[in-house]
């Protein structure tokens, strides 16, 4: 694993004498260099709100020019109270209510992607309670034999909620909508990819049947978005997405679709290898012919183990020159399915250590199951213009518990 950068071992040192519980840090002076790089590309970006929602990644991203795709009340709420404007924000999620839909309206959000006809309908008729035109995105699931899905978050080529085939969306008839301006299409099938050739392919792949789609519709095509789904690596076996690769991959894709404009939504490769989780070691112990680590947090802080089958990351904080072997790593819940992998770590690892899980920036504490047996709530600070600044202290049951 790459070494920490010195402020990041700097502020966990500091944090750990502070929380008596685990911890969650963002390095947002990485995090900012990172992401003025990705605002030079010439497509525009949305930071997609579920990957992170913290406050200050909000307020860094948007001071540094991005808009925000959000898929609930909460994010939109969040996404508001750090000062964004309402034309900053997509409004994107299968989940859609008219109650839902109005009460972005009254928000001031302006764009859409609609996921049914359903909702396109009630969005339509809704547009009647603001002054401005909602714009809107047409989602579109597309489907190849050759690709199983079943693994793949978002579904790949499998039949998802997301969205609605292109047969589906010709039952539409464009000169009907009076309220609101159907503007281009969205389609988003795949998740951490880390190929830029393999972006290439699946986008260019796209082309030809939405373009089909936009001329059977006879649709102006300004924009196609097409989400986000780019990788980044838990392992060092995998090789790092360079952003100048998808620059090219995106540039083939323009060359492809009739659209005039590409956008795309970045979350976990926006803020996913700028955070850290430090947790407690309780005990080690030997069961079985195993080394197991067990540890004072588990998935329910870190969930993606258990969903997606691949570890975060993990180090111990402290040097050691003990040798290294295999353990298994088990968080604090009663259930088999609270284990964060496998990995080489020193054999003299007892209580009072503290592991170091890195890239988890993204689908971190928010994509966990925090409640289940009520263990305390761990802590979250960022790592700012060389300040530490401590947003949420470690919570015990007692604080959400009625």
Request: hydrophobic share 40%.
């Amino acid at each position: 694993m790459t070494a920490l950068p010195e402020s990041i071992t700097n502020a966990i040192d500091t944090l750990c004498r502070q929380f008596d519980a685990p911890f969650f840090v963002y390095d947002l002076d990485r995090f900012e260099q990172h992401i003025k790089q990705l605002a030079k590309a010439d497509v525009k970006l949305w930071y997609a709100v579920k990957a992170n929602p913290l406050s200050k990644v909000i307020q860094v991203l948007a001071n540094n020019g991005f808009n925000f795709d959000v898929a609930s009340v909460g994010e939109l709420n969040q996404v508001l109270a750090q000062g964004v404007a309402p034309e900053r924000i997509l409004n994107t999620g299968p989940a859609k209510s008219p109650k839902q839909l109005s009460y972005f309206l009254q928000q001031g959000v302006r764009t859409y992607v609609v996921e049914s006809i359903g909702q396109l309908n009630d969005l339509n008729a809704l547009a009647a309670e603001v002054d401005f035109t909602p714009q809107v995105l047409l989602r579109v699931q597309l489907r190849w034999d050759e690709e199983d899905g079943r693994h793949n978050p978002l579904g790949g080529c499998a039949v998802t909620p997301f969205g609605m085939s292109a047969e589906d969306w010709l039952a539409i008839d464009l000169d009907e909508l009076k309220g609101v301006e159907v503007k281009g299409l969205h389609i988003f099938q795949w998740g951490n990819v880390l190929s830029a050739q393999r972006l290439s392919e699946l986008w260019q792949a796209m082309s030809e049947p939405l373009n089909g789609l936009a001329d059977k519709l006879g649709l102006d095509y300004q924009v196609l978005d097409l989400g986000g789904g780019l990788g980044i690596a838990y392992d060092d076996e995998s090789q790092a997405l360079d952003w100048r690769d998808v620059e090219t991959a995106l540039a083939q894709a323009k060359s492809k679709t009739y659209a005039r404009s590409l956008w795309m939504e970045l979350g976990r490769y926006a803020i996913g290898q700028f955070g850290y989780y430090v947790c407690p070691v309780v005990e080690q112990k030997h069961n079985s012919g195993q080394h197991q680590l067990i540890m004072a947090g588990g998935v329910n802080h870190l969930m993606r183990p258990a969903i997606a089958g691949q570890a975060f990351p993990a180090t111990l904080k402290r040097q050691s020159d003990a040798a290294l072997i295999e353990q298994a790593v088990y968080g604090p819940l009663c259930t088999g399915l609270d284990k964060l992998g496998v990995f080489d770590l020193p054999a003299d690892i007892g209580a009072n250590d503290h592991l170091i899980f890195s890239q988890c920036g993204a689908y971190g504490f928010t994509e966990s199951m925090p409640f289940f047996l009520c263990h305390t709530l761990p802590g979250e600070a960022v790592v700012y213009q060389g300040q530490i600044e401590v947003l949420r202290e470690a919570q015990d049951a007692s604080s959400w518990l009625r």
